[in-house]
C-alpha cells in the first residue's frame, strides 16, 4: 500500500487531467460518450482486436494461450469469450493442469538425482583423494577404500549444495532470456527480468507480455526461444522452490526446537507414577506366599467358589493378575502407562515439528540429506 497508492492516484490525476484537455480543446464533444468510447477502446485493446496489436487468435497465438494455461501462468491478455470456449477451456485445463504438474514432478525427480550423481561423484573422489593421502601401506590404504566405499553407499547430498546450484540455473536461464526479451521487446533489462520472475514462477500478472507487436524479426526463431525459455525457467523456478521449502521447513523445526527448550527450561517434566493396580512393566513375577497382612505385595488367596481376591497389597504379580477376570481393566492400564510413556519420551526427544514430505517433498526427502540448521 506504501509504495503503489501514490502512483495509483498519481496515474488516476494524469488521466483525468488528459481527458479534461481534450475536453477543453474539443468543447463541443459529449464527455458521456467520451467516456463509453475510451472504455469500448480499452476492452477492444485488451481483447487483441484494436489493428496496432497482433492477432492473438491464429494458431500460434492460441498455441502460446493453451501454454500459458496449462502451465499455470494465466497472463490474462487473452481470454475467451464464447460460451463454448470457456467451456471447452474447463475440461482440457483440468487436465492440462494436471499433466503440467506431473511434469514439472518429474522433471524435479530428473534434475534432482543427476545433481544428486555429480555431487556424490565429487564427494567420492575427494574422500578417495584424503584416504590415499593419510594411508601409508598398501593394506591400510585398501581397509580405508573399503570403509570409505561403505559410507559413500548411505552418503546423499546436502540440500544446501543443491538449492545454490538451482539458483545459479535459474540466474542463468533468467539472464539469457532478460537479453532476448531486452533487444526485442525494446524493454529494459529490469523489466524483462521482472516478467521473467513472474513468468518462471506461474504469477502471471499480464502487465508486461511478449509477442504483441506487429512486425518481429526473425519471428519464427523468436517464437521458439520464447517457448523454451518459458519451459525450462518454469521447471527450474518449479525445482527451486521446492528445495528451498525444505529449508523453510528445516528453520521452522529449529525454531520449535528452540521455542520448546525454552518452555522447557521454565517448567519440569511431569513425573508419572504407576497408580495402584497397574501393571507396569520391568517389575519381576514373584511368587504367591502366605505372608501377614502387612506385606507390600498382595496376597492372591483362592477360595471356594474359584475365584481370584486381592487383599489390600499395592501391587499384584502378572501371573496373578493374568488369571484374574478383570483382565481387560488391566490392560487397558497398562495402553494408558505405556502412551504416557511414549508421550514422555517423545517431549524429551523434541520431536515435535514439521516431518514426512508429500509429492516433491517426498522426492527431495529421499533423494536428499536432511541437513539440520
Known amino acids: 500500500m506504501i509504495l503503489e497508492s501514490p502512483n495509483e492516484e498519481a496515474e488516476r490525476i494524469k488521466i483525468n487531467a488528459s481527458v479534461e484537455a481534450f475536453l477543453e480543446r474539443y468543447p463541443e464533444a459529449n464527455r458521456t460518450d467520451l467516456e463509453l468510447l475510451l472504455l469500448e477502446y480499452a476492452r477492444a485493446s485488451a481483447a487483441g ?5 497482433a492477432a492473438r487468435w491464429d494458431f500460434v497465438g492460441s498455441f502460446y494461450f493453451v501454454g500459458t494455461v496449462v ?66 601401506k598398501h593394506d591400510s590404504d585398501r581397509r580405508d577404500s573399503s570403509v570409505s566405499e561403505d559410507s559413500l553407499d548411505a552418503w546423499k547430498p546436502s540440500v544446501y549444495w543443491v538449492m545454490l546450484i538451482l539458483l545459479c ?15 526485442v521487446e525494446n524493454w529494459s533489462y529490469f523489466e524483462s527480468i521482472y516478467f521473467c520472475f513472474v513468468t518462471f514462477s506461474t504469477i502471471g500478472f499480464g502487465d508486461y507480455t511478449v509477442g504483441q507487436k506487429t512486425q518481429y524479426d526473425y519471428i519464427h526463431l523468436y517464437r521458439l ?10 521447471c527450474c523456478i518449479y525445482s527451486l522452490f521446492n528445495v528451498a521449502s525444505i529449508i523453510i521447513k528445516q528453520f521452522l523445526n529449529w525454531i520449535l526446537r528452540k ?13 508419572f507414577r504407576a497408580r495402584r493396580n497397574a501393571i507396569t512393566p520391568g517389575i519381576r513375577q514373584s ?35 493374568l488369571q484374574a477376570k478383570n483382565i481387560n481393566i488391566a490392560m487397558m492400564q497398562k495402553r494408558l502407562w505405556e502412551t504416557a510413556q511414549r508421550g514422555m519420551l517423545q517431549q524429551a526427544q523434541n520431536e515435535s515439528g514439521f516431518h514426512g514430505g508429500v509429492g516433491p517433498l517426498a522426492i527431495l526427502n529421499r533423494k536428499l540429506g536432511k541437513d539440520e540448521i
Not at 49 to 53: D, L, N, R, T, Y
Open 71 to 136: 502451465s499455470t501462468i494465466g497472463f490474462g491478455m487473452t481470454t475467451p469469450s464464447t460460451p463454448n470456449g470457456k467451456i471447452l477451456l474447463i475440461f482440457y485445463g483440468f487436465f492440462g493442469c494436471a499433466g503440467a504438474i506431473l511434469f514439472f514432478n518429474l522433471f524435479l525427480e530428473r534434475i534432482i538425482t543427476f545433481l544428486a550423481h555429480i555431487l556424490k561423484s565429487i564427494h567420492e573422489k575427494s574422500q578417495r583423494q584424503k584416504s590415499s593421502q593419510v594411508s601409508e
Open 49 to 53: 482486436f484494436v489493428e496496432s496489436k
Open 169 to 183: 540455473g535459474a540466474v542463468l536461464v533468467a539472464c539469457c532470456a532478460s537479453a532476448m526479451y531486452h533487444s
Open 259 to 271: 521455542l520448546n527448550c525454552r518452555c522447557q527450561c521454565r517448567r519440569e517434566m511431569p513425573t
Open 287 to 321: 511368587q504367591r506366599k502366605a505372608k501377614s497382612d502387612s506385606v507390600t505385595m498382595v496376597d492372591v488367596d483362592y477360595d471356594s467358589d474359584n475365584e481370584y481376591r486381592r487383599t489390600s497389597g499395592e501391587m499384584i504379580s502378572m501371573h496373578d493378575f
Open 225 to 234: 526461444g520464447n517457448f523454451v525459455f518459458i519451459i525450462i525457467g518454469c
